[in-house]
Each structure stands twice: as C-alpha cells, then as structure tokens.
C-alpha cells in the first residue's frame, strides 16, 4: 500500500522532481485487500485500483494533481452490485479510472457523515441522490459533479467528459467547486416561530406529501419515513385528518409487501407507490425504529396488532441480525448467493409446489393472491391478500381449518426459505445498535428479551466505546472500523440511557451521561454542529440545527436526553436542552417535515 510514495520519492531524488515524471511513474494498488468492511472487501479484486477514504488517497490526489472518484455504496445495496459488476469489472473503465483519477471506493455505513455531505451535494446539483453514489471532487476536496447508477456505456462516456473537463479546464472546475462549498455552508434561517405555529406548519407539510390512498409520503417509490411517523405518533391528537393518515400508513406499511410475512422484518424501501414491489435489502436502522414505532403506537393509540408487529420486527432482529458477541449486524443482502435480486424471498411455482405439496397448495395460492402473475421475473413476492375468513369461503372449509393451513404454510415455506443463501453485512454499526437498544427497551418484560438487551448494553458499553472514544463500527471479526459521528454518540447514548431507566442500572446511566456529554463537546462549538471531528471532504460545515435523515437529527435525541438528565435547575443540561430549543424554533420552521423531530421534542 506504499508503493507509490516510495516510487514517487526515489524519482523525485534521481531525477530532480518532475512532475511529468512522477506523473508517468505512479502506480497504484487495490487497498482494500483485507478491509473488515464486507462492501470494501466485496471491491477488493476489482481492477480498480481503489484507495480507502483517508489522507492518503486525499495527499495522492494532491500530488499527482489528479481529481477523486468517490464512490460510496453499501453491502447490501443492489445496484450497487449491478454497477460493479457492468462498471467496476471492466478492463476499459477500470485503466480510465486508474489513469485519470484516484478512485476511493466508501463504505457508507463507516464514512457515514461524507457519505452525507456528497448526498447533499447531489440533491443540490442534480435534484437527486441515492446509492451506488458517484461523485468527482477536486483534489482540495471539493464535489463539482455527481451521478448515482448509471449502464457501463454511458458511465464510460461521463467519465471520458469529466477527464476531458479537467485537463483543459482544471481552474474553472476549481472556481466552481469553492463556490458550491461556500453555497452549502450558508444555512437559511426562518424567522423564530413558537412551538405550537411550527407544529401547525408541520401538519400542513405532512399533509401536502401525504398519499391519502395507500398511506406514506409521495406518489412514486415509498420509505417508510420513521422519524417523520414518530414525530406524527408523537403528535398524534393534534390533527385528526393527520391521525387518520398515520394509522392507514402504519397499516399499509405491516401488511403489504415492505414486509416480509414469514420471517417478519422490514426491507428498506418499495419502488412503487401501492407498498408491493421492494427493494429487497433489510437493515437494522429500519428494523429497529420500525420495532420501536409500533410498540410505541400499541400503547398510544391501544391498538394490539401493533403490539404483535412490534414484538415480531424484534425477534427477526434477535434471529436474523444477532452476532456471537452480543451485537446486531448491520444488514441482509438485497441480492441472494447467486446475485438475483430478492431471490432468497420470491417463488416460483414450481418451489411452491415443493414445499407445500398438494394438501396445502390451494390454500397459499388464495390467501397469498398467486392465481395472480408474479410482479417479479424469479417469481412471486408473499404479499397476504385474502384472510382466513375468506379463504374458508373461497375453499369450503371452516375458518378455523383455514387459519390452522396458513399458520403451516408460513412455517413450511420458512423452513425452505432457511435452506436458500443470503449473503449478511456482519459490521456492528455503533448508532444502530443504539437504536436496537432503544427499542428493546419497550419490549415486554419477557426473558429472551431482557437478556438480548443486557448484552447489547454490555456490547457497546465494552466493545464499542472505552469511556473516552466510542467506534463508528466492528468488523465482522472485531476490527475497529472509522470512529464514532454525532449521529452515533446521541444514539448510543440514548439506548443506553432508555435500557439503564427500564432497569434501574445506575452504572449504566452514567456511562450514558459521558456518551451524551462527549457529543456536546466533540460536536459543538460557536459555529453550530459538525456531523465528524476531523473532516476530509471540503463541502458544508457546522449548522445550527442538523436535520432528519433515514435517523432522527442526532440533536433532537440530544434535546431528549438533555431533558432526561437535567436534574438541576439552570444546570448544565437544562442550559444545553434549551440551546436546543431556541435553535429549533428559530431555524425549523425553514423546512418543517426536515426538522420533524425536533418540531415534535420542543416545548
């Protein structure tokens, strides 16, 4: 992995420093070699010579005077397999990448808070963002153009134009760049709104995105938004029309195909508006916000079946995500052993007929609606269309019978399913573990769970943080993996914090205490909030109130906690919750359905 500052420094003795030379001499390796992060390892025998995102790729880019390719995915991200295998593996776009650039290949489950910044830039530039991402940056460190996915031949061309931009016209990129860094660090700010007019706002908003048909925000591909829900569940009682569409999207969300219905968990998004045809990737964050979403609406709004959902996304995460030391992974595989998309979860007529076997087949096909075509070329997705009552009726039998052959059907279609290949990402990320353990907390009070919880705590409290410094990640064999962001000290925090009240552990609470503390004084200052300690990528800064993501902004937890523990008047924490609080008036009301949680945390 020194080759090249070896080789470049030999020549620059022998032969007095050129450039040019140093230039046609340069000669870089594949390092990701032996990475523990399962995505980087899954490039590390591309033809790409791809660098990790650290200051050696940045000093190499700044020394050959070359531009980055940042490209930043994740393991169970299935277009991010497509482009590798259209894109990554081919001889052609590989020595062009190599020659050109310095490709950096990011992992963006570690390099969390740049894996943000270049989302931003993107969405800023092309209205756009998602995974695999793409994007050129100067080799200060500033993005000046971004894609997402794209086939091989138009990549091919993109990455031609981009060379060509930059060899006849490397300063007027530059000047271009540091006017997108300075755009982005300009944050707008609305005037100061109270309490309740930012809650009307945020009704407003969510009701102009809301899909009054089949629940969720938008009209094409549905996330299921948990922050935004939980600010809503929150809230709930303050717009009835709002109420309304949180209860048909909770629904919609359990009982069409964002869920899985054998095994139970939640996959990331849908590409379609009616919640049927997902994306197959299931990951922790989702799964434990969701656990927590539902527990939450069990008890606010009675509803048991909530209760049963909730209780179910837990156990999938105990069986299906747990590791041998105490902590959860981080995801399950968009794409099965054999590289097809979904194909661990989807059925073909044929494997259908083999597992269930005549007896059970007529029941499956009405209460799973396969007399339909299969929205999926490798077969159907198990989306409940009909329940035991009407497949009773449609099978003249009594409903009991009917309920007691689709109770069989789940569990022998499960046991097939087990036989088939998923491939797992087994890092522990440090803030989702959190969230997993927030959500154990409102679990019942029942052994497995009480036990899965006190070693999740043990886990974090020993593994990932050491009383002065908390991990982003442990790789699968425990190798320590980036360093901890803002976003995973507010939440391991506060899942230490809510484990340590649910059980009266005194130790526990203030180990959460100086996780909590440490946020504040290695992400704040009089500029606002940072999301890293020590950032590479020159593009934005501190802001003054961080927004919602996929998580809820890591302040509005921090308001949270701030609450929690401020036992004194006037002390410390109940100065830092009400910094909080004045600059969530005075900045959310810019962008309501952005600032969700803290709209629904203020006072």
């Given amino acids: 992995m020194k080759r090249l500052p070896i080789i470049a420094g030999l020549l620059l003795i022998v032969l007095g420093g050129s450039v040019a030379t140093l230039h046609a001499a340069a000669v870089l390796d594949n390092r990701l070699t032996g990475h523990a992060s399962p995505y980087l390892q899954l490039h590390a025998d591309d033809p790409v010579h791809w660098q990790p995102w650290d200051h050696t790729a940045l000093e190499l880019a700044q020394r050959l005077n070359r531009p980055l390719f940042l490209s930043s995915g994740f393991y169970a991200c299935h277009w991010c397999h497509v482009m590798q295998r259209e894109s990554f593996r081919d001889p052609e776009v590989a020595a062009l990448l190599n020659r050109h650039f310095i490709p950096v290949k990011l992992d963006r489950e570690i390099d969390l808070a740049t894996d943000e910044q270049l989302i931003a830039f993107l969405r800023s530039h092309r209205g756009i963002a998602g995974w695999p991402l793409n994007v050129f940056v100067t080799p200060e460190g500033r993005p000046w153009h971004g894609l997402v996915y794209q086939p091989r031949d138009t990549f091919l061309n993109t990455l031609q ?36 007019e930012l809650r009307r706002r945020l009704t407003a908003a969510a009701l102009a995105e809301a899909d009054d048909f089949e629940g969720g925000f938008g009209d094409q591909s549905k996330f299921p938004r948990t922050p935004l829900l939980g600010a809503l569940l929150a809230l709930y009682g303050h717009a009835p029309e709002l109420d309304a ?4 999207t909770l ?10 219905h054998l095994a139970g968990g939640f996959f990331r998004y849908t590409e379609d508006p009616n919640w049927e045809v997902p994306h197959f990737e299931k990951m922790l964050y989702d799964n434990a916000q969701l656990a927590a979403l539902y527990l939450r609406a069990a008890a606010r709004l009675n509803e048991p079946r909530w209760q049963r959902i909730g209780e179910e996304t837990l156990d999938f995460m105990l069986e299906q995500m747990a590791r041998h030391d105490g902590g959860l992974r981080s995801a399950l595989s968009a794409e099965d052993g054999d590289g097809v998309e979904g194909g661990y979860y989807l059925w073909r007529p044929d494997q259908l007929g083999r597992a269930l076997g005549g007896e059970l087949l007529p029941a499956a096909v009405r209460h799973f609606g396969l007399d339909r075509p299969p929205l999926f070329d490798h077969g159907h997705h198990l989306i409940p269309q009909r329940d035991a009552a009407a497949v009773a009726a449609a099978l003249s039998i009594e409903p009991d019978q009917a309920a007691q052959s689709i109770e069989t059907v789940r569990t022998r279609l499960r046991a097939a399913r087990d036989q088939r290949s998923l491939p797992r990402d087994d890092k522990a990320v440090a803030a989702w573990n959190g969230l997993a353990l927030s959500a154990l907390a409102l679990a019942p009070d029942q052994p497995h769970y009480r036990e899965a919880g006190d070693h999740l705590a043990r886990f974090i409290t020993t593994r990932l943080w050491d009383g002065e410094q908390l991990l982003r990640a442990l790789g699968p064999a425990g190798e320590p993996l980036g360093t901890g962001t803002l976003e995973d000290y507010a939440h391991t925090a506060a899942g230490l914090l809510d484990w340590a009240h649910r059980h009266n552990d005194t130790v526990l609470a203030t180990q959460a205490e100086q996780l909590a503390d440490a946020a504040w004084e290695r992400f704040h200052d009089t500029a606002g909030w940072h999301p890293e300690e020590r950032p590479l990528l020159r593009y934005g800064g501190a802001v003054a109130l961080p927004t919602d993501g996929y998580l809820p902004a ?32 005075n900045h959310a009301g810019a962008a309501p359905l952005d600032h969700a949680s803290h709209i629904a945390r203020i006072q």
């Fill in 161 to 196: 134009e981009a060379r060509h931009q930059w060899q006849t016209s490397p300063e007027t990129i530059r000047e271009a760049a540091e006017g997108y860094a300075r755009a982005a660090a300009d944050q707008p700010q609305a005037a100061p709104e109270r309490a309740a």
């Fill in 245 to 248: 569409h949180l209860q048909l």
């Fill in 251 to 260: 629904t919609q969300i359990a009982t069409r195909g964002l869920r899985d």
């Fill in 554 to 585: 890591p302040t509005a937890v921090l308001l949270e906690l701030a609450r929690v523990l401020g036992r004194e008047p006037d002390g410390v924490w109940q100065q830092r919750a009400a910094a909080i609080e004045r600059a969530s008036l």
